[in-house]
């Protein structure tokens, strides 16, 4: 309804030409394959009039629109860039973290050797992943590059180095109750960067009387040391978005006394938050990991799919787990049941350290050499206060 949407719009200060306003309005639909043209006249029409105007000759200037880490290409972000012009061979910084242009990928997921103003470009060359939003500056070498990203790093960790004590998620209504938490400290980690800035976005946005939630750190990739150690000097919980914590950082968390709390979706996310902070927490369902396998080589069996030929490296490996998760770069790839676990051509029901056994994942066949397969029993946990 054309009209209406005018009319709820107008009550908002935004009014079409039509109607006496300065606002341009085009009706588009992709479904009815209509407007498309002339939605670009319009903006560039709308470009010329406010005389929109960049340098190509320039460095280039940009904002990192996504980020992520790719198994077979390292950190990669996608860059908008703004000003200048992009070659192959740039220094640059992002935020913390800088590198050298490698290559160049556009829209259509072919290779090119420049990008000028107003272009989306895939980047491959990032020291680390980069954080969505940061400023993308090329620098005249990578010396330069790397000791602006440094500066940058040592001045966001002196600002997150308060120390504190520890503190669960379940414990939190008590401490707010006795006065003594007034800041809820939480570090983030997810798969890709546009669900990291979400649930920062959200965390962020919870109101509290008393308690303000502060996200101290957020990031791609999975749950490492620096992470736990950054929780448990800021007195903070760790929160997991499809990702899940290395072993080391699992057993830091567990020594230090660190929460972490692992998700798939936002929205429970969110409300577990909400419920600590109103002591509403209900029992919560922790997992165990009862042990993992490293996936040493991979097997094609007719009929039946990929069998996995794996080294159990922690705990033990057991058909009468609750689950399996397949991990890949810290990951999480794949949720399900373990189909068959076998020694030998022999069925077995479990599998200990450092014995090899061979294990086929129900329907799922594409497991890599380097999976990791961690499986694990749900325990209820009652709610502390």
């Not at 420049?114 to 993308?136: K, L």
């Not at 590059?145 to 997150?160: C, D, G, P, S, T």
Request: proline fraction near 2%.
């Amino acid at each position: 309804n054309i009209t209406r949407v005018r009319n709820e719009l107008s009550e908002r200060g935004i009014i079409s030409e039509e109607w006496g306003g300065q606002n341009i309005f085009v009706e588009v639909s992709a479904k009815q394959k209509i407007g498309i043209e002339h939605l670009l006249e319009m903006i560039l029409l709308q470009a010329e009039v406010m005389e929109l105007k960049a340098n190509p000759g320039r460095a280039a200037l940009g904002t990192i629109v996504e980020a992520k880490l790719d198994r077979g290409r390292g950190p990669v972000a996608t860059v908008l860039v703004h000003s200048g012009t992009l070659k192959i061979g740039d220094a640059f910084v992002a935020g913390t973290t800088s590198g050298k242009v490698r290559a160049l990928i556009d829209d259509t997921g072919k290779r090119i050797s420049h990008a000028g103003p107003s272009t989306p470009v895939e980047i491959i060359g990032f020291s680390e992943v980069p954080t969505a939003g940061d400023a993308f500056t090329c620098v005249e070498d990578e010396k330069r590059a790397r000791q602006v990203a440094l500066a940058r790093l040592q001045k966001q960790r002196l600002a997150e180095a308060a120390r504190h004590k520890k503190l669960t998620l379940d414990e939190l209504y008590a401490k707010i109750q006795e006065g003594q938490v007034k800041e809820l400290g939480i570090v983030i980690k997810g798969d890709v960067q546009g669900s990291v800035e979400a649930m920062r976005g959200s965390l962020e946005g919870i109101i509290h009387p008393e308690v303000k939630v502060r996200v101290i750190h957020a990031a791609v990739g999975g749950i490492n040391e620096s992470d736990v150690m950054l929780a448990a000097a800021s007195n903070g919980i760790i929160i997991g978005f499809n990702v899940r914590p290395e072993l080391k950082a699992s057993q830091l968390a567990e020594k230090e006394g660190v929460d972490i709390r692992l998700y798939n979706i936002i929205y429970n996310t969110i409300e577990d938050v909400k419920k600590a902070l109103e002591g509403m927490l209900e029992p919560t369902l922790k997992e165990k990991v009862l042990g993992r396998a490293e996936v040493r080589n991979t097997f094609q069996v007719s009929r039946l799919g990929t069998i996995a030929g794996c080294y159990v490296i922690d705990g033990s490996i057991s058909r009468a787990s609750d689950g399996i998760r397949i991990i890949r770069d810290n990951i999480v790839v794949y949720e399900g049941k373990i189909g068959s676990l076998k020694r030998f051509k022999e069925d077995v029901r479990d599998v200990q350290t450092g014995y090899e056994c061979g294990i086929m994942i129900e329907n799922f066949n594409d497991i890599k050499v380097g999976d990791i397969i961690e499986n694990y029993v749900i325990e209820k946990i009652a709610t502390k206060l």
